[in-house]
C-alpha cells in the first residue's frame, strides 16, 4: 500500500540590515496601514458574529475606501481578522462546554451530598470561569501575508543576497526588492514548492524577518503500522507491528539525565534570581531555557523517527491531562512535572520528523489507553508504576506497552485500517511480557526487539 503524505515547513530569512532606508520607509508604512486595516475588519466581524469570507466580504469597499488599500490587501486584512475571531470561537466554545460538563458534575455531587466532591468541583469551576477566553485585538503590528499576485519569492546569483522578496507597496503598480539572509538549512529546503511567505516584525530581535511557508510530498510505501506513547518518566514508548512481528522501542529518561540535570539547576537559578529580583539577570536567561528545551526535543523526536520508516504512525495525545492535576489535589509534584512536560510540542515536531523519515504520521487520543486492556478491552484493571495487569483475562505487561498498542488499535479503527489488519493476519495484541517465572518486567527496552506471547497467571505484584 502507498500512502502519499505532505511536509510542511516554515523557513524564517531575516531581512538585511544593509537594507535602504527608502525600502523600510515602504514596509513600514505599509504594515500600519494593514494593522489599521485588520482593526477595522475586526471590529465589524465581533460585532456582527462574522465567521465566513462571504459575510465580511460585504464590508470590503467600506474597508477599501477608509485604508487606500487595494484589493489583494484588503483580502489579507480580511483573512486575518476572520482567523483571529475563528481561533478565539473556537477557544470560548471548548471553554463553555467544559464550563458546562463541570456545573452538571457539581449538581450530581450536590445531590448525592458528597462534600469532598463538591469542594473539588467548585475549587475546578472557579478556575475555569478565571480563565474564559477574552475577544481578539490589534495592539501591535500585524504580519503581512502575501501570495502571487502581491508577492514573490526570487533567486539571484548575486554572491551576497541570493534570496529576495519582492513585495508590492501602497503606492500602485510599484514594488520593491527586500534583500534576505540565508544560511545553508534554508538554502536546502527552499528547492521545496514555496507556498507563499509573510513578513513579521520580530519584537524580540527587533528585526524584519521573511516567513517562507514550503512542501513538499513524499510517497510511504506502507510496511508496518505503530503507535506511540509519550510519558515523563519514558520520554517515548513505541509498538510497531510489520511483516507479522511485533517491535518495541523504549527512550528512557534516564537516558538523558544530562539534559535534566541542566534544566533543574537552571530552574534553580533562576527561581533564585526571582525570589532576589535581579531583574538584569533574569533578561539574560529570559530564553536560554526555552532554547535548550526546544533543542532537546528536536534532537529526541529525530532520534527516535531514525528507528522508524515506511510505517503508519500514531501518535498518543494526552489531551486535557494538565486538568487532572489541579492545584489542591493533594499531589503537588506530580503537577508539578506535568506542567513542565510540553507533549503538543514535541508532538508535532515528532511528527515532523517521522514524515521526514518516510512516514505517515497523525495524532490519535488516548483516553483510558493505561487502564484499558489491549487484549479484551476491559477496565477491571491494575496498574502500579511499571506494571499493568487485567482481572479479566490474567494479561500482565508492561504498562507503557499497553498504552502504545491501545493508541495503536484506536489509530487503526479511526482510519479504518484495523480490518485491513486482520485480513493480513498481524497480531497486534501480543505484547511483551514476563516469563511463567515471575520474572521483573523490564525497566528499559533500549533497542527494537521481537514480542513475546501473553503471559496469563497471577500478576508479579
Sequence with gaps: MTVTTTIQKTVKLPVSHEITKRKLDRIERLSARLTYAISLYLDI???KGITTRKEANAYQKTIAER???TSAFIQCARDRALEMYRSYKRLHEKWKKRVEELKKSLERARAKENKNGIRKLERKLKRMMDREPSPPSVNRKQPIFFDRRIGEIVFSTCKKFRVWAKISTLRRHETIYIPLLTYPYANRHLKWKIKGFKLIYNYNLRRWEVHVTIEKEV???VKGYAGIDLGMKRLAYVKQVSEGENRVLSIPKEDHHHFFRRMHELN??????????KIKVLKKLKNKRRNIARDFRRKLAKDVASHITNTIVFVGYPKNIRDEYYRGNGNKLARKRLNRWAFKEFGDILILKLKENENHAI???EVYSTKTCCVCGSTNTIVEDRSFYCKNCDTKLDRDENAS???LLKGLKKTG???????AGAAVTQPLSVDDGGEELPEHTTSLQRATPVVKGRPPF
Excluded: C, P, S, Y
Design 45 to 47: 466581524v465581533i460585532e
Design 67 to 69: 485604508t487606500g488599500l
Design 219 to 221: 510517497e510511504v510505501h
Design 268 to 277: 534553580n537559578r533562576i527561581a533564585r534570581l526571582q525570589r532576589l529580583k
Design 363 to 365: 495524532f490519535v487520543g
Design 405 to 407: 498498542t491501545n493508541i
Design 417 to 423: 485500517l484495523d480490518e485491513a489488519m486482520l485480513r
